[in-house]
């Protein structure tokens, strides 16, 4: 069970739903409530197929590529602390001119749920604990998005979008200190290899 919340919690961090509502809110509207349901239940399964698939070729990927755990966790420590600390300093996420026919995939499936924080740190993970830990939590953080999108009205009128908005800031502010950790232990290693090769 605590490898399980060792897992959960980096990936709620880089999933971060609550931070994510202004933007959904902003995509979806004008939408009817079907339609809404339509687009988060496509946008949820999307997301989980692409996350796992990532899970279980990814690893074999790495291998492939000669690459280390070691030089994953500095390549990925830094991709993280790029993107929390463009989070960080933006006053909103990004939005983009969205096909509607094509938004339950682009932009909300991927890359908002399933992004690169998503997959770098659930590579990460799997070599630290195991591919079915690693996996439910990131099936269960899928879905935890879906149902905050799906009560995105109620939990904005608590929140408010400036409580939102100050919510996403803290979990990028962890993610960079995720990220920073990650590269340590990956420099160690490296270090460590070195000397006793």
């Given at each position: 069970?605590?490898?399980?919340?060792?897992?959960?919690?980096?990936?709620?961090?880089a999933?971060?739903?609550?931070?994510?509502?202004?933007?959904?809110?902003?995509?979806?509207?004008?939408?009817?409530?079907?339609?809404?349901?339509?687009?988060?239940?496509?946008?949820?399964?999307?997301?989980?197929?692409?996350?796992?698939?990532?899970?279980?070729?990814?690893?074999?990927?790495?291998?492939?590529?000669?690459?280390?755990?070691?030089d994953?966790?500095?390549?990925?420590?830094?991709?993280?602390?790029?993107?929390?600390?463009?989070?960080?300093?933006?006053?909103?996420?990004?939005?983009?001119?969205?096909?509607?026919?094509?938004?339950?995939?682009?932009?909300?499936?991927?890359?908002?749920?399933?992004?690169?924080?998503?997959?770098?740190?659930?590579?990460?993970?799997?070599n630290?604990?195991?591919?079915?830990?690693?996996?439910?939590?990131?099936?269960?953080?899928?879905?935890?998005?879906?149902?905050?999108?799906?009560?995105?009205?109620?939990?904005?009128?608590?929140?408010?979008?400036?409580?939102?908005?100050?919510?996403?800031?803290?979990?990028?502010?962890?993610?960079?200190?995720?990220?920073?950790?990650?590269?340590?232990?990956?420099?160690?290693?490296?270090?460590?290899?070195?000397?006793?090769?």
């Amino acid at each position: 069970m605590r490898d399980f919340w060792l897992c959960f919690v980096p990936l709620f961090i880089a999933v971060d739903p609550v931070g994510l509502l202004p933007m959904f809110m902003g995509l979806t509207g004008g939408m009817d409530q079907k339609q809404v349901r339509r687009v988060i239940y496509h946008s949820v399964v999307i997301a989980t197929l692409v996350a796992l698939a990532f899970v279980l070729v990814g690893t074999a990927v790495l291998k492939f590529l000669g690459i280390t755990v070691a030089d994953f966790l500095v390549a990925g420590g830094i991709l993280l602390f790029v993107i929390s600390l463009n989070d960080l300093v933006t006053t909103e996420k990004i939005q983009c001119r969205i096909d509607p026919d094509s938004l339950a995939a682009v932009p909300l499936a991927v890359p908002l749920i399933s992004g690169p924080a998503v997959l770098t740190t659930s590579i990460l993970l799997i070599n630290e604990y195991s591919h079915p830990v690693t996996a439910a939590a990131l099936v269960i953080n899928i879905f935890l998005a879906g149902a905050v999108f799906r009560f995105a009205g109620v939990i904005l009128r608590v929140f408010g979008k400036s409580g939102a908005t100050t919510v996403s800031k803290v979990a990028s502010l962890l993610l960079a200190a995720i990220a920073v950790m990650m590269v340590r232990k990956g420099v160690v290693s490296i270090i460590g290899h070195g000397i006793g090769g």
